[in-house]
């Protein structure tokens, strides 16, 4: 899991990466950056900065509210939280590039390729096989890209 | 999490309530009820009797191919995989008599109230206030039924 | 609206069973009627009356292009329609009370309760157990209030 | 609309019936709760009690982050604002608590009942009949717990 | 089908401006014509004949019935049912191509590129951020296709 | 996994084309190896080892699940149950190739092109018209592939 030093690490990069944190480092921009930043593996900014152009308030509230407020809460452990999004996401199956953000939000937090995909797997049951299958495609997107070979990930 | 012990408990309790199960207790039959008698906390003959009356095989599917192939793969702690049930049950929207039945899963395989809580409040980010909202009052109703005070599994 | 003397004749015509609007009734309001009561087994007065307080203009179209336009068409029967309707309502999860409505349509359009059936669960595989399960809850209601004995409908 | 000396007047009572409220009447929770009086007919803290005992967070991200945040801005008056959200939830057809209480909302922020209805009509197009005909179940009811007589909202 | 002859008469028609059919246009068809051309800025017949070679009933049916009989009601103006359908579609998450439509229409009804914005930003409340992320992408794609700054659209 | 000279037994089995699987394929794979074969058009083992390299055992369920459990029962011939997947993917609008191998499969099942443009065209009743539109593009997309002239397959 995250290592607390990790976190910490995050959090100080992510001050030093954005200029809109403040200066407390406990608010909600400074935590949302830090989990967002273990979840983009540090790629947050530029994909905040996709947003400038058109609608920047939703950004920010990506920082302080979906992950400053929501997923940094304690209750639960980060890797839980983004295999429940890939379950949610997988399920829904109409928002494709959160999707594989997430496969690899997931990845990045810790959880294993083949917990990934034992999730991706499963909404089978509950959400359809073609919902599984287009999550099966997102999945193998995302670990070609990193250079995970799929293939040993799981062994049934 | 589910101790080897209780596995192996449940799975002698449902060869003797279903006079289905195979001899083999490694086939799909019997650990599909070994599994299913954790989520259901033993209730498993009675829920599947619901459908007997109309759709039989339904019933056999969720215990050979449901749980039996799916939810009981190794690859991923049942506790794990029914939080991803609420997850995406939640996100969905559609099927509160199922989400409902999860929730109580989730608290049969060890999960705490508070992750339960946790997972569905995660998913006003996901997929909109109103779907959490309305997996909150599907929580409350569990809570309720099983003498959960939940009021007192968040801290803020 | 709709004139009660047209209502009657319609009625009558559909009294000659056929699943398909015949070829001298000619305007979409007469050949909505009659494929209407086909499906409602002649209460398509009633039921369109349940909209007249609110929303009249909703019923007229459900006669004259819903029913009237579309599913009058002679490129498919009204059985294969029905259960074309009752696989997507199924598969939806949003919409029980026309979910009901369409499983007691495809009886009258002459479906057999185990046709229905196949369909509600063919849809485990399209878009998961839960709203096959949900499906078959609203076929177990519209049975029993017609006194079909779904057990007998189906032999795996 | 709403006039400026009612919404002052909302903002005024907010202040007295939350003691959540900063002393910032700009700060979003003062906002948040300005706004949902509007929507509720100032029962906003009564509904939000209703997660206290299990999600309090979640009522808080209600006012803070839905209404202060978003629904707040000032790009779009709210009564448009009410519109669009009965329009996504009668096509979203998952939400019928929240849609109704969107429907009051509505009629709150200064929508005839029949420009409420015209919206859920349009969705039979976008979302189908089944979606636009549970949302006129859900105008229904609120319209008769308001005695808002729907028979003369919509003239054809 | 659509006479050519009859497609002029309505763009000259709609060139004279209105967002609702005016009382002389009586049937249906025109009047579907004349709302279409103001919501496809008089792009309406290119667009139905990429359906003639397929399916040119439900072409027709556009025209006639959902333009025709809803869209074109008087009960609502054009702008408020445009935003209205970018709202539905934004947070079904399921029709990008008809969402890039009508946020074209909408601009075509007379909406600000901000209330459009406003509008798809609210969905991140009511549908999640990812419907909303997927529906800020759609904006873009339709605002560079016609020159519009996004980036002085919204001030926060 | 699926053995190639398997492969070919049920290739040939399935040259003596029945829509059903004969009474004597027993065990749950060929039933489901051959009623892929009918829906596929011989395809089915190059399909499944797209999966291999990721998720072999879905590949194995969609086998011996969903086409050998489900699929392949006697009580609704193949023609209607591909024409109510059809009917089932067009209106979740959240799975085009799913609902262009569907599409496909149809057609390998002997129902007309126009069969399955009206259970496309009967989706805008139910589904609206966004989701009908989306499947009118995915049965062109593989009418064309097959060389199938659509213009010519309904005729109002």
Redesign the interface.
């Known amino acids: 899991m995250i290592k607390a030093s990790m976190f910490f690490a995050m959090a100080m990069l992510s001050l030093s990466i954005t200029t809109q944190a403040t200066a407390d480092v406990t608010g909600n921009r400074a935590r949302g950056m830090a989990t967002l930043d273990v979840i983009t593996g540090g790629d947050t900014k530029r994909r905040l900065d996709t ?8 950004g ?3 920082v302080d ?2 992950y400053g ?3 940094s ?1 304690p ?2 452990d980060l890797r ?2 983004e ?13 494709q ?2 999707l594989k953000s997430h496969i690899g939000g997931a990845l990045n937090a810790g959880c294993t390729p ?2 990934i ?18 999550g ?2 997102a ?2 997107e995302v ?1 070609n890209a990193r250079g995970i070979n ?2 040993s ?2 062994d ?1």
């Open positions: 947003l400038t152009d058109i609608a920047p308030e939703l920010e509230w990506i509210f979906a407020d929501v997923v809460r209750g639960l839980s939280r295999l429940a999004t890939v379950a949610a996401l997988t399920a829904l199956g109409n928002a590039p959160q083949q917990e995909l034992e999730v991706i797997i499963q909404m089978a049951v509950y959400a359809g096989f073609p919902a599984s299958l287009n099966i495609s999945a193998r670990f799929a293939a990930q799981t049934d």
